[in-house]
């Protein structure tokens, strides 16, 4: 199962927020999916129930062992399928769709942000555990990324204050091969050797040099995404037939301006929105050549 978290973290404005947001500093919370057609094909066993936050594993001893987490998502069945192809659970189901996932999570994370902390939240797994299913999602079924980015605009167009503006930036990057390359940029324009990550105290951690596009609706974030998510690497292996080969890192700088006294005050945060590249054995995905050496470098890096 994809294990999404949300961290938010670095606090930048002082208030009675920050106790609340501290007490969270991290957050972990798994699901489980449907079986694929590998899964059903070698007649897969399920041997996972969750309640709650409690997710129970029982192996092969028939011994079930119990987890806590912050939340546990049971998504591998009881769900319907609508005509638009969005799936909901059925009445009386415990099926966590994708919108009770962002509410879950994703909802905190823009809260934070809200509050001037800097937010990472990012799906880590084995490969074919369904991360970039729940962080960007597939068709009707949008993942935690695109909800974000819809809620983000939504709250900023209900502002009523005129001392108050918005500025909000995305960039888009994927860790390939142990190289940090910019999704917004054409691969034949990309450098050889990526980008450099560098930290200062101003700004901390950051990529040097990588497009950062401007955007002022919720449909122009959206055209940024799908342009940097063409760009993405992903490849076959015989667990996954759409394997992300990389780490993708979605960066949207949200700057919140207002005025006091007819001085401006700015706070920034940023939203680190992570799918990570799913962890791997050789043996089972069947990789060779350039898979095998994407594989490695997902595990090292």
């Known amino acids: 199962p994809a294990a999404p978290s949300a961290c938010p973290r670095a606090p930048v404005a002082p208030g009675p927020t920050l106790g609340a947001a501290m007490s969270e500093a991290v957050v972990v919370g798994v699901r489980v999916r449907p079986f694929n057609d590998r899964e059903r094909g070698l007649n897969a066993t399920l041997c996972i129930d969750m309640s709650g936050p409690t997710t129970v594993i029982t192996g092969p001893s028939g011994i079930p062992q119990n987890f806590a987490f912050d939340q546990s998502f049971w998504s591998h069945d009881e769900f319907i399928t609508e005509e638009n192809g969005y799936c909901s ?18 909802k905190r994370v823009l809260d934070n942000a809200w509050a001037g902390y800097h937010c990472c ?8 555990a369904g991360k970039s299913y729940s962080m960007v999602g597939y068709g009707a079924n949008k993942g935690i990324v695109p909800i974000s980015c819809e809620e983000i605009f939504k709250r900023v167009n209900s502002n009523t204050d005129r001392e108050k503006r918005f500025e909000i930036q995305v960039s888009m990057v994927e860790i390939y091969n142990e190289t940090v390359q910019d999704l917004f ?3 034949d324009q990309r450098p050889k050797n990526g980008f450099q990550i560098r930290e200062s105290k101003a700004l901390g951690i950051y990529v040097d040099g990588i497009v950062k596009n401007a955007v002022d609706s919720y449909s122009a974030i959206e055209r ?8 993405r690497s992903v490849g076959s292996t015989q667990m996954n037939a759409t394997s992300s080969r990389a780490h993708t890192v979605i960066t949207i700088e949200f700057k919140q301006v207002e005025k006091f006294g ?15 590249a799913g962890s791997e054995k050789a043996a089972q995905t069947g990789a060779t050549g350039d898979r095998l050496k994407e594989g490695s470098a997902i595990n090292k890096s």
Do not use: C, H, M, W
């Not at 659970?89 to 994703?106: E, H, I, L, N, S």
């Open 89 to 106: 659970p059925k009445p009386g189901g415990r099926y966590a769709d994708q919108r009770y996932v962002y509410d879950t999570f994703g």
């Open 121 to 128: 939240l990012f799906a880590y797994g084995q490969t074919g």
């Open 224 to 231: 940024a995404i799908d342009q940097g998510t063409a760009n």
């Open 262 to 276: 007819g001085v401006e005050n700015v706070k920034v945060s940023n939203i680190n929105l992570i799918d990570l």
């Open 185 to 187: 940029i054409p691969f």
